[in-house]
DNA sequence: ACGCTAATAAGAATTTTTTGCATTAGTAAA
DNA sequence: TTTACTAATGCAAAAAATTCTTATTAGCGT
């Protein structure tokens, strides 16, 4: 049995196909990948597939609420997600190429703390997106 | 002449009733109030002031883009907008009670610029959202 | 005041996401 | 395994959020 159906099991959800197929698709994505609904869509059609829109978005919302998948608003609309990584990171992205970096930084981390400290509240959550033109290598095709 | 309609014609922008209008709401935004396009919408009709919802977001858009208003987008779909202010700044909001406070911090601004210079971005915008629970006073009543 | 042009209202259209419901498919237990 | 229970799905339709279209109106320079 695959690693993916432990990983559905061990939150709790039935293992079935549209999940199985969402779940493969978001763990193929390289680093910096980031898939809206559609996106999943789109692929899952082009593997034949026969998941529906509405599915791919209660499946992932699921999956978010699990932890299994983290959510993000990059400028511009709509929701775009990965699969949740050990390590909670933040983005850097392109506004030109749209390219998204990822990177943690633990003495940023530790100065939020200190901050929501400081104004009394119990941090939950946290998201940091940068903002910018990577230089080299910028092909400029969002 | 009052102030907003200076403000509008340094951006460029005519001065129509409906930017005054709606800039006068977000000018008397207290700290930390952040309204949505619906919202302007809404607090509009109250004062009956005859504007579409669609040009509310047209202004709301031109107002972004002139620099004026800034966007963010919190938990939760939608876009909110607040009067740029001089000093860009951060936010930590309550998932509970939903209250917005800003912050802003050097420190933090700094480490960023040079996780930026190191992955070789030119940092053009930035935005930290801190989520959690503020301990006093949270009322729970989101 | 006049006229040019940009801005507006209104609603239709789009885009993104959610929901209701009849049907199907996992899963646990016989 | 087959059975049967229940959760999950697909589809269509509705919501929600935002943008576009077009005829009309209203700033603003002259």
Redesign the pocket.
Same mark, same amino acid.
Do not use: W
């Given at each position: 049995m695959a690693l993916e159906n432990q990983e559905l *099991?061990k939150a709790g =959800?039935? %293992?079935? =196909?549209? *999940?199985v197929k969402i779940y493969q698709i978001l763990e193929k994505a390289g680093e910096g990948d980031h898939f809206?609904?559609?996106d999943i869509y789109k692929l899952l059609l082009e593997h034949n597939e026969? %998941?529906? =829109?509405?599915?791919v978005? *209660? %499946?992932l919302?699921q999956f978010e609420a699990a932890g299994l998948v983290s959510r993000h608003h990059f400028e511009g609309?709509?929701?775009v997600f990965e699969l949740t990584q050990d390590e909670q990171h933040d983005h850097i992205v392109c506004v030109k190429c749209g390219k998204v970096r990822e990177f943690s930084d633990p003495a940023l981390k530790k100065r939020q703390d200190q901050i929501a400290k400081e104004l009394g509240f119990k941090i939950t959550d946290r998201t940091l997106y940068l903002y910018g033109e990577c230089a080299d290598g910028c092909k400029n095709t969002k």
């Amino acid at each position: 049995m695959a690693l993916e159906n432990q990983e559905l *099991r061990k939150a709790g =959800l039935k %293992v079935t =196909l549209p *999940r199985v197929k969402i779940y493969q698709i978001l763990e193929k994505a390289g680093e910096g990948d980031h898939f809206s609904a559609e996106d999943i869509y789109k692929l899952l059609l082009e593997h034949n597939e026969d %998941v529906g =829109l509405a599915t791919v978005y *209660r %499946v992932l919302t699921q999956f978010e609420a699990a932890g299994l998948v983290s959510r993000h608003h990059f400028e511009g609309g709509h929701s775009v997600f990965e699969l949740t990584q050990d390590e909670q990171h933040d983005h850097i992205v392109c506004v030109k190429c749209g390219k998204v970096r990822e990177f943690s930084d633990p003495a940023l981390k530790k100065r939020q703390d200190q901050i929501a400290k400081e104004l009394g509240f119990k941090i939950t959550d946290r998201t940091l997106y940068l903002y910018g033109e990577c230089a080299d290598g910028c092909k400029n095709t969002k």
